[in-house]
C-alpha cells in the first residue's frame, strides 16, 4: 500500500499534486511520501511483534537521503551502513550511534576506526583478517568492538544473480562450515566483544523458503557454538524482503515474514537484529518524469522520457520492471516501448508495453522507485544528478538538490601542461 493515487483524474502523492511538484520542481525528479514510509516502517515492526526485543537497522543503502533517515529514526528504526559515508549520514540524521550497525565486505581500516570513535553499536564482520584488523584497532583505544560474524549459508535466494549474496561463491560472509573454527579464533582477541552471528542472503526474495532454510542452518550453528563455549546474545538475521513492482504481483508480507522467523527462531534466546531496505522504501517513491518525445519503432512507438538509466538504474542492471503510469491518464491505452534519452540501448526501461497512451509533454511516473533509485543515480551522458522531493501530507520540500551538470563540469580540471 502507498499513497500514490488518482483524485479527479490526476495523480497525487498525499495530498500534493504530482503536477504541481513537475512544474514547480522539473522532471525528472524522486518524489517520496512520508506517510508511505511511515506505514511501511511501521508494518515491518509489527509483523515481528511477539519476538520479544528486537533490532531494527533500516538498510540505509536503499535509499540514504537525509530527510527519509530523519523519518526512520523518528520511528525508532537504526541504521545498516555499508560504508563511511552511510555511517556519516546515518549519524547526521540524528540516528544514535549504539543502534548503528556495519555491514560490508570492503571496509578499510579508516571506517573500522571511525565505527569505533563513533561508538557505533556493531560490526558485521565478514572475515577473519577484517575481525583481527578491527580487534587491534579497539585494542590500541582501550575498547572492545563489539561484533557479529557473517557467515554465508550457501543457499540460493531464487532472486537476479547480481543481489543474490548467500551461496557459497558468492563474496560475502565466512562459509557456515569454517565458522565455529575463525569463530573460535576471533572470540579470544581482546579488542572483540563477539556476541554472535550475522546473514543476509540476497534482495527482493519473493519466497520464504531459502530465508527459512538459512536460518535453520544458523540455529544449527548457534548451538554448535553454544557448546563450544561461546555466548551468542545477538543474530542478525539481514534484510532481502521484496516488494511487489507490477499491479497485482502479491509477494510474502511482513506479517508472513514474521510468521517464518518465529518458527525458525524458537529457542534461540537471543535479541533478533533486522535490516530491511527496500521493503521500507521502495513503493514509498515514484520517478516523474515527462514524456519528450513518440518516435515510431518497427513494431511500437518509442516513448521518449526525461528520466534515463542514470537516473534510474535497475532496468539497465538486473532487467526490473517498473509500472509506468501516466499523471493524468485519458483513459486511453497504447503499446509502446519506453526509453530515455541516453545513448545506449539499455536505457530502455519497458518494451512492447501495455500503458496508459501519452504523448508529447505529458507528465509519468515510474512507480516503486523508493529504493535502489536515487542511490545509484549518476551524471552519465553529462546529465544533472537528479533530485528528490519529500511530500507530507499538503505540504512538499526538495530534500536534495538537482545537481546541475555545470556543477558536475565545475569539479574537473584541465593541467597546465595541456595548455
Ligand atoms: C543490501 C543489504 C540489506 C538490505 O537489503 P534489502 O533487500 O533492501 O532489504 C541488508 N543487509 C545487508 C548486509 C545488505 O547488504
Known sequence: MDHFSYRDGRMFAEDVALDTIAAEVGTPVYVYSRATLERHARVFREGLSGLGKIHLAYAIKANPNLAVLRVLANMGYGADVVSGGELARALAAGMPAHDIVFSGVGKTREELAFGLDSGIGQFNLEHEPEGVALAEIAHQRGLRAPAVLRVN?????????????????????????????????????????????????????????????????????????????????????????????????????????????????????????????????????????????????????????????????RPALYDAWHD???????????????????????????????????????????????????TMASTYNSRALVPEVLVDGDRYAVVADRIAAQTIMGAERVPDWLT
Open 324 to 374: 509506468f503510469a501516466a499523471v493524468a491518464p485519458s483513459g486511453e491505452r497504447m503499446i509502446a516501448n519506453i526509453a530515455g534519452p541516453v545513448c545506449e540501448s539499455g536505457d530502455t526501461f519497458a518494451m512492447a508495453r501495455d500503458i496508459d497512451a501519452v504523448g508529447e509533454g505529458d507528465l509519468a511516473v515510474f512507480r516503486t522507485a523508493g529504493a535502489y533509485g536515487a
Open 153 to 313: 549459508p550457501d543457499v540460493d535466494a531464487g532472486t537476479h544473480a547480481k543481489i543474490s549474496t548467500g551461496k557459497a561463491d558468492n563474496k560475502f560472509g565466512v562459509a557456515i562450515a569454517d565458522a565455529p573454527a575463525i569463530y573460535a579464533r576471533l572470540a579470544a582477541l581482546p579488542g572483540l566483544a563477539l556476541r554472535g552471528v550475522a546473514i543476509h542472503i540476497g534482495s527482493q526474495l519473493g519466497d520464504l523458503r531459502p530465508l527459512e532454510t538459512a536460518y535453520a542452518s544458523v540455529g544449527r550453528l548457534i548451538a554448535e557454538l553454544r557448546a563450544a563455549g561461546h555466548e551468542i546474545s545477538h543474530v542478525d538475521l539481514g534484510g532481502g524482503l521484496g516488494v511487489p513492482y507490477r499491479e497485482g504481483e502479491s509477494l510474502p508480507s511482513p506479517a508472513d515474514y514474521g510468521a517464518m522467523v518465529t518458527r525458525a527462531t524458537k529457542g534461540w534466546d537471543v535479541e533478533l537484529m533486522f535490516e530491511p531496505g527496500r521493503v521500507i522504501a521502495g513503493n514509498a517513491g515514484v520517478l516523474l518524469t515527462k514524456v519528450l518525445w513518440v518516435k515510431p519503432g518497427v513494431r511500437h512507438p518509442y516513448v521518449i522520457v526525461d528520466a534515463a538509466m542514470n537516473d534510474l538504474a
